[in-house]
């Protein structure tokens, strides 16, 4: 909380992007900064609060994170920060990274050269739903549904047009996933998010493919 005052009763709230409640519509106002000045999150309000950054190499040896303001005596509570290593072999040259939506809307088709050997890694959560339990809202990351699921289930929702899988049937804390390396049997891919209902779908997942040499 980024400040004490209220409008219509509701208390000023901020996330690590916006600034809500108080102040009526969601107003972008990013708060969360870090010492690589990557850029975080999609542009757009999540109600379940959860932003990402795309994935990143690392250009220096360590990073920190802050919030700002521009007065902090009035501030209150704090942000839960996680950040994940993507493991990728040392052989491995990115292709395409970018960020497959909830809404069911495909990637673009990423060129592949057949026979060559690629490895797909996905990261992230995103919510598929709006309904919540015990106060913690429905997520989900590529393989599993968890927070109001309670135990984390297995819903593999993250699919691509190969058919390669990315998931090993446990559930990953940190939410990074990543196929075994695979021989392209065609010259495309493409990724998308699998639900049965896309209208209360928000958030993205962060995918990349390296190519292995």
Same mark, same amino acid.
């Given at each position: 909380?980024?400040?004490?005052?209220?409008?219509?009763?509701?208390?000023?709230?901020?996330?690590?992007?916006?600034?809500?409640?108080?102040?009526?519509?969601?107003?972008?106002?990013?708060?969360?900064?870090?010492?690589?000045?990557?850029?975080?999150?999609?542009?757009?309000?999540?109600?379940?609060?959860?932003?990402?950054?795309?994935?990143?190499?690392?250009?220096?040896?360590?990073?920190?994170?802050?919030?700002?303001?521009?007065?902090?005596?009035?501030?209150?509570?704090?942000?839960?920060?996680?950040?994940?290593?993507?493991?990728?072999?040392?052989?491995?040259?990115?292709?395409?990274?970018?960020?497959?939506? =909830? %809404?069911?809307?495909?990637?673009?088709?990423? *060129? #592949?050269? $057949?026979? /060559?050997?690629?490895?797909?890694?996905?990261?992230?959560?995103?919510?598929?739903?709006?309904?919540?339990?015990?106060?913690?809202?429905?997520?989900?990351?590529?393989?599993?549904?968890?927070?109001?699921?309670?135990?984390?289930?297995?819903?593999?929702?993250?699919?691509?047009?190969?058919?390669?899988?990315?998931?090993?049937?446990?559930?990953?804390?940190?939410?990074?996933?990543?196929?075994?390396?695979?021989?392209?049997?065609?010259?495309?891919?493409?990724?998308?998010?699998?639900?049965?209902?896309? =209208? %209360?779908?928000?958030?993205?997942?962060?995918? *990349? #493919?390296? $190519?292995? /040499?």
């Amino acid at each position: 909380m980024l400040g004490n005052w209220t409008k219509n009763g509701q208390p000023l709230v901020n996330d690590a992007q916006y600034e809500f409640n108080a102040v009526g519509r969601p107003t972008p106002y990013p708060i969360l900064k870090n010492s690589l000045s990557l850029p975080l999150g999609d542009g757009k309000f999540h109600s379940d609060h959860i932003y990402e950054s795309t994935v990143f190499t690392a250009t220096k040896d360590e990073m920190n994170f802050f919030i700002y303001d521009t007065n902090y005596s009035d501030n209150k509570g704090s942000l839960a920060v996680e950040i994940a290593q993507v493991n990728a072999p040392s052989n491995a040259i990115n292709i395409w990274k970018g960020e497959v939506s =909830s %809404d069911g809307g495909p990637s673009p088709a990423i *060129q #592949l050269t $057949q026979g /060559k050997t690629y490895q797909i890694v996905v990261t992230g959560q995103m919510s598929l739903g709006t309904w919540s339990k015990n106060g913690k809202q429905l997520a989900n990351d590529a393989c599993f549904e968890f927070a109001a699921a309670g135990t984390p289930i297995h819903i593999p929702c993250f699919q691509n047009t190969l058919n390669i899988n990315v998931c090993d049937d446990k559930f990953h804390s940190n939410h990074v996933y990543q196929s075994q390396p695979f021989a392209a049997e065609k010259d495309s891919i493409s990724f998308w998010i699998f639900d049965t209902d896309y =209208s %209360d779908n928000s958030g993205n997942l962060q995918v *990349q #493919l390296n $190519q292995i /040499k």
